[in-house]
């Protein structure tokens, strides 16, 4: 993907202290509720976010060619399907606007009155979700998986290597950070019977993906190319798609997950735009058989976006437990994106496709208590000598991600989630 050129600002007239993941090379969307109500669509910049519907209100987008406010919203949804140019169009104008030399700055103290702390703000899932399909892509998390439960076989089954394994999930179950989840119940085997119990999760767990976003829809019975698939994408957040293991390891065959993955999946609320990750694109891992023609890329890369995991246990401090790269991924978004349309699936704007747990190479890079504890047989030890091989009641799960290179700093926020018990 080639990014447009924006004129970035050397310094804004808003503060933003140095180590913010809402840099000026930032710009990220969310969707928030106001104090006094009504939906917003909102730009962070700093520790402040930018009412966008005011700024269309006064007139500071004569460009954008939208019958009505598209920026009034509780979703992305109507701002993204106005495509590609307007995307472009807005943050630039976001930029100028915002540009401490700018030739708009007679206009400062009115625009200071659409800046509000993030603090005071209700986020919301930032697009209304109608698929949500979850990818398998991480050579390093399937093969630990593999070893776990086929010690005697193949790590990686036969497929995995020609197709971006995936299912499709649930997006109604899909909710923002800080919205608690509650422990799932469902059918388990218990070890060494051979007849099923019902009863809450006991190895309940985390696990540590991105998302990208869907923004330009394909026509059902098209396909998307492999080397036009980046054009779709409008952003991507982080995404935890929590997991019942034991519940999984019962229900899984013939058919994958259903139960284990439906209760709950949790998503950052804000969306980090293709254009803004650009200055981060790298190499992606070599791809050994080489794969079928219509999943090879000419320009083969992926974004080296640095990923941790925090884990806060009851009332005890957090503590990180891991620290992965988005960059490990075998199987790039353009190759997800490509396969999922080659049979004619129409994507629609707003759909959302997950990686699928991020692992890295060394043991503190393992993206699920899973692999971290090895099954449970290696429990993670916490200060104050606290254990855990799965997760518990009240344990606080926290993702976060940035990139940062040459002294720019382009951040996702968080995603944060208390764990409650089973009702």
Not at 45 to 61: D, I, P
Not at 151 to 166: E, F, R, S, Y
Not at 326 to 354: E, I, P, S
Request: charged letters at 20%; glycine letters at 8%; one cysteine or more.
């Amino acid at each position: 993907m080639s990014a447009p050129l924006f004129s970035v600002p050397a310094k804004s007239w808003v503060e933003i202290p140095d180590e913010s993941d809402f840099s000026l090379h930032n710009l990220p969307y969310a969707v928030a509720r106001l104090p006094k109500g009504g939906s917003i669509v909102v730009v962070a910049v700093g520790n402040n976010a930018l009412n966008l519907s005011r700024l269309f209100k006064k007139g500071y987008f004569p460009g954008l060619n939208a019958n009505k406010n598209p920026f009034r919203s509780t979703s992305l949804n109507s701002f993204i399907a106005l495509g590609r140019p307007a995307w472009t169009y807005v943050r630039q104008r976001i930029l100028d606007v915002l540009d401490e030399q700018s030739d708009e700055l007679k206009n400062r103290k009115d625009v200071e009155k659409f800046l509000i702390h993030q603090q005071l703000l209700t986020f919301l899932l930032p697009v209304n979700i109608g698929n949500y399909t979850d990818f398998y892509s991480s050579m390093e998390h399937a093969s630990n998986v593999g070893k776990m439960f086929r010690p005697d076989g193949d790590a990686l089954l036969p497929n995995w290597k020609h197709i971006p394994v995936g299912y499709h999930g649930r997006a109604s179950s899909i909710v923002v950070s800080g919205y608690p989840i509650r422990r799932p119940k469902g059918q388990t085997l218990p070890d060494g019977t051979d007849q099923p119990v019902f009863g809450p999760c006991r190895l309940l767990d985390f696990e540590l993906e991105m998302a990208f976003i869907v923004g330009q829809p394909n026509t059902m019975g098209d396909s998307v190319s492999v080397d036009r698939a980046e054009e779709h994408i409008f952003g991507m957040t982080i995404f935890n798609d929590w997991s019942a293991r034991d519940i999984q390891k019962w229900e899984y065959v013939p058919l994958g997950p259903f139960l284990a993955k439906n209760f709950a999946s949790s998503m950052s609320p804000w969306v980090v735009t293709m254009d803004a990750l650009q200055p981060f694109r790298t190499e992606a891992p070599a791809q050994h058989p080489e794969v079928l023609p219509y999943l090879k890329e000419k320009q083969r890369g992926t974004y080296d976006i640095q990923l941790f995991v925090d884990l806060k246990p009851g009332q005890h401090r957090p503590v990180t437990i891991c620290r992965s790269n988005f960059k490990y991924l075998y199987w790039t978004m353009a190759q997800q994106l490509a396969h999922h349309t080659v049979g004619g699936c129409n994507m629609q704007v707003g759909d959302v496709c997950a990686s699928g747990t991020i692992s890295g190479p060394t043991e503190d890079s393992f993206g699920s208590m899973l692999e971290l504890s090895w099954k449970g047989t290696k429990p993670l030890v916490l200060e104050g000598g606290i254990e855990r091989k799965f997760l518990q009641d009240g344990d606080v799960v926290v993702m976060r991600a940035f990139c940062e290179k040459e002294g720019i700093r382009v951040g996702f926020g968080s995603v944060e989630t208390e764990i409650l018990p089973a009702h």
